[in-house]
C-alpha cells in the first residue's frame, strides 16, 4: 500500500508561490480540515528551539496552519515537552518564555503556548501499546488530552537518530523527561587512549555524571544519554555502542511515537519542513550550516510515509562540500549517514513501518 504524501518546492517565482500560501496549499491538499472539528482541543507539535538555535520552524510559518486549523473550528495550542537534559527548556516556565524569544507568541501566531507536561515534567499519561521494548510509556498529558494533533517538524540530522522527522517529534518530543530516559538506552564511554583529560566534557554534562583523573570517567547509571560530551570532546574520546544500542534506541522511539498517537485515530496531520536542513538538531544552542539546499514542504497523513519521502528528497541533493557533511555529496547517497557516520537513520523508518503506524510506500503529489 502507498500512502499520499503532498510536496510544494521552496521554488517561488510570483507572490502567489509564497511559502506561506503553499503551507495553506498543502493543508487544502493533503485533506487535513476533515481531521479537525469545531471546539477540538487541537495540539500543534513543534519545536520552538534551545536559546542560540535558529533552525526552528518559522513562527510565521506556523501560524498559516493556526489559522487553517480555526478555520474548521478548532483550537489550536503551540506545544512540547520539556527536556531531560538542562538547558532553556527544561521546565515550563523557562520553555515558554524561550518561546516567546523565538517569536511564538499569541501575537505572532495566533494561538497560546501549552507545555504539555506541566511545570517540572510530571503530567504524565500512561499509554498502553505492547511493543517489543514498551508495554507502557509515559506520554505528555496534555498531549494525550488533546482531541487531535499537527505535528510540524523540522527535518534535519542527529546523532543518535541519524536524522530528526515527524518520528522523532512524535517519540522523543511528545515524551515527559522519563519518556526520554526510558528511550535513550545508549550511553556513551571514553576511549581512554584518545582522552587528554581536557575536561570539556565534564563542563557540558548536565548530570555531572563525568570525572577527570588523568583521564574521563562516566559513571553509566547517572548518565541520561544526552551525548553532549561527545559533541564537545576535541579528540573524539567518547563513543557509544552504534551497532546494537542505537538501533534499539530508533526502536524505542519509534513505539513511542506509536504511544504518541495510539489513542488518535484519523486526527493526526503532519507537516515536514525541509528547509535549512542542519547537521544537527535544534536542541542545540547553536545552528551549524545546512547540509544540502532548501528543498520544500511536505504533508500527509502518515508519519512514516512523510519520513520516508523527506529522507529521499534530501539524498536526492547534492550536498554542500563547505558544510559539516564529509562524505556523500553526491545525488542518490546518503547525507545522513555522511555528516553521522555510524548511525543508519532509516531503520526509525523500517521499525515504525513493522509496528503500523504507516507505510515506507509513498504516492508523491506535486502541488
Not at 518561546?99 to 504524565?124: E, M, Q, R, S
Not at 545546512?290 to 523527506?310: M, N, R
Amino acid at each position: 500500500m502507498k500512502s499520499k504524501v503532498y510536496f510544494a518546492s521552496i521554488r517561488a517565482l510570483s507572490d502567489h508561490e509564497s511559502t506561506t500560501s503553499k503551507i495553506r496549499r498543502l493543508f487544502d491538499a493533503a485533506g487535513f480540515a476533515s481531521l479537525f472539528a469545531p471546539r477540538e482541543k487541537t495540539a500543534v507539535k513543534l519545536h520552538f528551539g534551545e536559546l542560540g538555535n535558529d533552525g526552528f520552524i518559522s513562527p510565521v510559518y506556523v501560524r498559516q496552519v493556526v489559522e487553517k486549523i480555526r478555520e474548521c473550528g478548532g483550537l489550536p495550542f503551540l506545544t512540547d515537552t520539556n527536556t531531560l537534559y538542562l538547558g532553556s527548556r527544561s521546565n515550563a516556565v523557562e520553555h515558554a518564555t524561550t518561546a516567546i524569544l523565538h517569536g511564538f507568541d499569541y501575537a505572532v501566531t495566533g494561538a497560546p503556548v501549552i507545555i504539555a507536561d506541566g511545570l517540572d515534567g510530571k503530567n504524565v499519561a500512561r499509554v498502553a501499546i505492547g511493543k517489543k521494548h514498551f508495554e507502557r510509556v509515559a506520554i505528555a498529558g496534555d498531549i494525550q488530552a488533546a482531541d487531535s494533533m499537527m505535528v510540524l517538524s523540522h527535518f534535519k540530522g542527529h546523532i543518535a537518530s541519524g536524522f530528526g522527522g515527524a518520528l522523532k517529534n512524535l517519540g522523543m518530543g511528545c515524551a515527559p523527561p522519563e519518556g526520554k530516559r526510558a528511550q535513550h538506552n545508549a550511553r556513551p564511554f571514553t576511549i581512554y587512549e584518545r582522552c587528554t583529560g581536557c575536561g570539556k566534557c565534564v563542563r557540558v554534562c548536565p548530570m555531572d555524571a563525568i570525572v577527570v583523573i588523568e583521564r574521563s570517567s562516566i559513571d553509566r547509571n547517572l548518565c541520561i544519554g544526552c551525548f553532549e560530551c561527545m559533541h564537545a570532546c576535541p579528540e573524539q574520546a567518547i563513543d557509544i555502542d552504534w551497532e546494537t544500542e542505537i538501533p534499539q534506541f530508533m526502536e524505542r522511539m519509534a513505539e513511542y511515537a506509536y504511544g504518541a498517537v495510539k489513542d488518535k485515530p484519523g486526527k493526526v496531520a503532519y507537516m515536514n519542513f525541509l528547509i535549512r536542513i542542519t547537521p544537527d538538531c535544534d536542541c542545540f544552542p547553536f545552528s551549524d550550516a545546512p547540509i544540502v539546499p532548501d528543498i520544500g514542504l511536505l504533508a500527509s497523513d502518515d508519519p512514516v510515509a512523510i519520513d520516508a519521502a523527506s529522507f529521499d528528497l534530501v539524498n536526492q541533493q547534492i550536498g554542500f562540500t563547505d558544510s559539516l557533511l564529509s562524505s556523500h555529496h553526491a545525488t542518490g547517497e546518503d547525507k545522513f549517514t555522511g555528516v553521522h557516520v555510524h548511525t543508519d537513520g532509516y531503520h526509525q523508518v523500517r521499525y515504525a513501518e513493522k509496528i503500523g503506524m504507516g507505510y515506507r510506500s509513498y504516492e508523491l503529489v506535486k502541488i
